[in-house]
């Protein structure tokens, strides 16, 4: 029960993704080192994880650029993807406030995200960051699994980060963040005997970033690169007895690339690399030498996943283990994994630092989520106002997007210049 109710809820969530049902998992067979359907069509096998709305990219400048935003320069939205790049950013003191509808093409007014997150230089080499995630789902009505109406909820979830930067030399800055996680999916709804309570969870980010100034044909010019590794952190729950998800860690590696053609115009190529650091779903069916069926041994090694309170052996990992498995895990061997990355592409043009045009690319595969879309953005700097606009298109004409005819908007604050850094200390 937990299961569908947490893959309805992520289906609200709207990633885009196929999610696989326990029933369509079944299917999903490894034959010849592929995982296929049982008339050798491909098979989706997509990560699954709770607590996804950490993943949602909150604010309209980098939601324009493909969701790429590991190495753009800063503004305090860049603690969702990079806090380390605080530490270069050009004011002294930050703040966004940021709004997203939910599945308004669905018809609905009470779903959204809203993002507030703020930054402030304590000297030249540290900044102190933070922000606040809310992501409410409006009501909903749960049943049961014979379809009987149980309650009508109310489901929220949110996280509260802190984040500490500091330059560490002249071109190179790394950062940490602490977050706190909660996600109420519907306290009191009864689920296989048990009640479902709010969930909490405690996790980390980790993240660095390489800076240099350069001249290209004696223009001003800069190159950004940054790692990060974020929702590092404990298993989460929404009952008792049922078995622990993980939250969905991730590694991102980011590029950039600014370029200013004149005095009055400058441009902005970046791209994001990312792969969540979660185990890949196994299947439970593999075909044996003789074009049979059978159990897979590395699905449930210890018999408990028959059991009410068992499961499959990828899901009953320690949090460490399964990051480090997640880069060799794939049932399917190295291409799977590689299959398993995420690509954004981004394009930022600025004219006279007032006006910006944004586009971007986000892909993922097919059999992983297949999430595929352009995004497009406008910007415009005023004094300290900043305000940015972005919207959606979807690459694939039949897939559905919760942000479909959608207009997002981000408003960003800069006060007072950052400090010099001093480069005799």
């Given at each position: 029960?937990?299961?569908?109710?947490?893959?309805?809820?992520?289906?609200?969530?709207?990633?885009?993704?196929?999610?696989?049902?326990?029933?369509?998992?079944?299917?999903?067979?490894?034959?010849?080192?592929?995982?296929?359907?049982?008339?050798?069509?491909?098979?989706?096998?997509?990560?699954?994880?709770?607590?996804?709305?950490?993943?949602?990219?909150?604010?309209?400048?980098?939601?324009?650029?493909?969701?790429?935003?590991?190495?753009l320069d800063a503004?305090?939205?860049?603690?969702?993807?990079?806090?380390?790049?605080?530490?270069?950013?050009?004011?002294?003191?930050?703040?966004?406030?940021?709004?997203?509808?939910?599945?308004?093409?669905?018809?609905?007014?009470?779903?959204?995200?809203?993002y507030v997150s703020?930054?402030?230089?304590?000297?030249?080499?540290?900044?102190?960051?933070?922000?606040?995630?809310?992501?409410?789902?409006?009501?909903?009505?749960?049943?049961?699994?014979?379809?009987?109406?149980?309650?009508?909820?109310?489901?929220?979830?949110?996280?509260?980060?802190?984040?500490?930067?500091?330059?560490?030399?002249?071109?190179?800055?790394?950062?940490?963040?602490?977050?706190?996680?909660?996600?109420?999916?519907?306290?009191?709804?009864?689920?296989?005997?048990?009640?479902?309570?709010?969930?909490?969870?405690?996790?980390?980010?980790?993240?660095?970033?390489?800076?240099?100034?350069?001249?290209?044909?004696?223009?001003?010019?800069?190159?950004?690169?940054?790692?990060?590794?974020?929702?590092?952190?404990?298993?989460?729950?929404?009952?008792?007895?049922?078995?622990?998800?993980?939250?969905?860690?991730?590694?991102?590696?980011?590029?950039?690339?600014?370029?200013?053609?004149?005095?009055?115009?400058?441009?902005?190529?970046?791209?994001?690399?990312?792969?969540?650091?979660?185990?890949?779903?196994?299947?439970?069916?593999?075909?044996?030498?003789?074009?049979?069926?059978?159990?897979?041994?590395?699905?449930?090694?210890?018999?408990?996943?028959?059991?009410?309170?068992?499961?499959?052996?990828?899901?009953?990992?320690?949090?460490?283990?399964?990051?480090?498995?997640?880069?060799?895990?794939?049932?399917?061997?190295?291409?799977?994994?590689?299959?398993?990355?995420?690509?954004?592409?981004?394009?930022?043009?600025?004219?006279?630092?007032?006006?910006?045009?944004?586009?971007?690319?986000?892909?993922?595969?097919?059999?992983?989520?297949?999430r595929k879309y352009?995004?497009?953005?406008?910007?415009?700097?005023?004094?300290?106002?900043?305000?940015?606009?972005?919207?959606?298109?979807?690459?694939?004409?039949?897939?559905?997007?919760?942000?479909?005819?959608?207009?997002?908007?981000?408003?960003?604050?800069?006060?007072?210049?950052?400090?010099?850094?001093?480069?005799?200390?």
């Amino acid at each position: 029960m937990q299961q569908r109710i947490l893959q309805a809820f992520s289906f609200v969530l709207g990633l885009g993704i196929f999610l696989g049902l326990p029933e369509a998992k079944a299917q999903c067979i490894l034959k010849d080192g592929q995982l296929v359907q049982p008339d050798g069509s491909p098979c989706s096998n997509t990560i699954i994880t709770a607590v996804p709305f950490l993943r949602i990219t909150p604010d309209a400048r980098f939601g324009a650029m493909g969701d790429a935003g590991i190495a753009l320069d800063a503004d305090p939205n860049s603690m969702h993807f990079n806090s380390s790049n605080l530490a270069w950013a050009s004011s002294d003191v930050g703040v966004s406030m940021n709004y997203t509808p939910w599945l308004r093409a669905l018809g609905l007014n009470d779903v959204f995200l809203s993002y507030v997150s703020v930054y402030k230089h304590l000297d030249d080499r540290q900044t102190l960051g933070g922000s606040l995630r809310y992501f409410s789902l409006g009501e909903i009505q749960y049943t049961d699994d014979q379809g009987n109406a149980l309650q009508t909820v109310s489901p929220r979830e949110f996280e509260l980060t802190g984040a500490y930067a500091r330059k560490m030399s002249q071109n190179f800055s790394a950062a940490l963040n602490l977050k706190y996680i909660y996600s109420s999916l519907g306290t009191g709804v009864a689920a296989g005997g048990e009640t479902l309570t709010p969930a909490h969870a405690f996790a980390a980010d980790v993240s660095f970033t390489y800076n240099k100034p350069l001249k290209v044909n004696d223009k001003e010019a800069n190159l950004r690169i940054g790692l990060a590794m974020t929702n590092l952190g404990s298993k989460i729950s929404y009952t008792q007895s049922a078995d622990r998800d993980y939250l969905p860690a991730n590694i991102g590696l980011g590029s950039a690339f600014t370029y200013d053609i004149d005095e009055h115009n400058s441009i902005t190529f970046a791209l994001d690399i990312n792969k969540l650091m979660v185990p890949t779903p196994i299947p439970r069916s593999i075909e044996d030498e003789n074009g049979n069926l059978v159990e897979n041994p590395e699905y449930d090694s210890d018999g408990d996943a028959g059991q009410g309170d068992g499961t499959a052996d990828y899901k009953q990992q320690s949090v460490p283990s399964s990051i480090f498995s997640s880069f060799n895990d794939a049932p399917a061997g190295a291409g799977e994994e590689f299959r398993e990355l995420m690509y954004s592409i981004g394009m930022e043009y600025w004219y006279n630092k007032q006006f910006a045009v944004r586009a971007g690319h986000y892909n993922e595969h097919s059999t992983k989520g297949n999430r595929k879309y352009f995004t497009v953005g406008l910007g415009l700097k005023y004094n300290i106002f900043n305000i940015n606009f972005s919207y959606l298109v979807p690459a694939v004409a039949a897939q559905r997007n919760p942000l479909d005819n959608t207009l997002r908007f981000s408003l960003v604050f800069d006060f007072g210049e950052a400090p010099e850094f001093d480069t005799k200390k």
